[in-house]
């Protein structure tokens, strides 16, 4: 069972007249699964998100390094905002249509390479994206190291256009000056985001720029394990938010 006694405190948190909710999804709405087509959504959290953007006047996103349409499917209609592939896709209200940066093409060379690593390494797996591609090894963590070297020996010769982001077993590749940094600032800027403080909560090294830029705007960054031991913490300290807490969070 999560523990609960160290969670943070209500009283770091904006009342929700001024509050806006910008969650990762792998890892800090959901468990960590095996592969991405394998997590499931937890009884009750699609409702509780609900709940949470009616409080907080809609101004709830998810920020997430997947493509838009999975957090579609997965929480269809919830979030008001979501920003895909680390902010390289963001929809900023339900209905509109989705705004992609102007980003370099992937080489295809890296592809081609890529399968043929998947092939000599089973277990590796290979995350194509739409402006780079996610190296995987959960599935063979001896392959990590030599992964990585590959993954920075492509992006060298891209004169700094991209970059290798370390994400758990994973080596993902993505353009440079795009990151949840980025996607936070993108979403805070339209209504009904604006002027309202954010709470940006994550669990991975990508989200540190994503609480980073929280913190910045005036708001607060919290991060699995450090502030929630878990995501099954965290989805119950969601839920006490979005059904009034103890009183002491929007009361």
Same mark, same amino acid.
């Given at each position: ?22 969650? %990762?999804?792998?890892?800090?709405? $959901?468990?960590?699964? @095996? ?7 937890? +009884? ?17 996103? !998810? ?5 838009? =349409?999975?957090? %579609?499917?997965?929480?269809?209609? !919830?979030?008001?905002? !979501? ?5 390289? *896709?963001?929809?900023?209200? +339900?209905?509109? @249509? ?6 370099? @093409? ?11 690593? *998947? ?7 290979? =995350?194509?994206?739409? *402006? ?7 599935? &063979?963590?001896?392959?990590? +190291? ?6 920075? =020996? ?30 936070? =600032? ?18 991975? $090294? ?8 929280? $913190?910045?705007?005036?708001? !607060? ?5 450090? /502030?929630?031991? /878990?995501?099954? &913490? ?18």
């Amino acid at each position: 069972m999560s523990k609960t006694s160290s969670l943070p405190s209500l009283d770091r948190l904006p009342p929700p007249a001024r509050a806006a909710f910008l969650l %990762d999804f792998d890892g800090t709405l $959901v468990d960590i699964a @095996p592969t991405p087509e394998s997590v499931v959504v937890a +009884p009750g959290l699609r409702d509780t998100l609900r709940r949470l953007r009616d409080k907080c006047g809609n101004a709830l996103a !998810v920020i997430s390094g997947r493509p838009i =349409e999975q957090i %579609d499917h997965f929480l269809p209609d !919830v979030p008001y905002a !979501v920003a895909g592939e680390h902010g390289i *896709a963001i929809r900023h209200a +339900p209905g509109q @249509p989705v705004e992609r940066a102007a980003l370099p @093409p992937v080489p295809q060379a890296w592809m081609d390479e890529a399968e043929k690593l *998947a092939a000599s390494h089973p277990g590796v797996r290979i =995350e194509h994206k739409k *402006a780079g591609l996610v190296l995987h090894y959960r599935g &063979a963590p001896d392959a990590g +190291p030599a992964l990585g070297q590959i993954a920075d =020996e492509w992006v060298k010769a891209t004169n700094g256009a991209f970059h290798v982001q370390a994400a758990k077993m994973a080596w993902e590749i993505r353009p440079a000056g795009i990151d949840k940094g980025h996607a936070v =600032e993108a979403v805070m800027q339209g209504a009904p985001f604006a002027g309202r403080l954010p709470i940006f909560v994550g669990d991975d $090294v990508t989200d540190e720029d994503g609480m980073r830029e929280a $913190v910045r705007l005036g708001g !607060v960054g919290f991060r699995i394990p450090n /502030d929630f031991p /878990d995501p099954a &913490a965290f989805r119950a300290w969601l839920a006490g938010l979005a059904q009034g807490g103890d009183g002491a969070w929007g009361g």
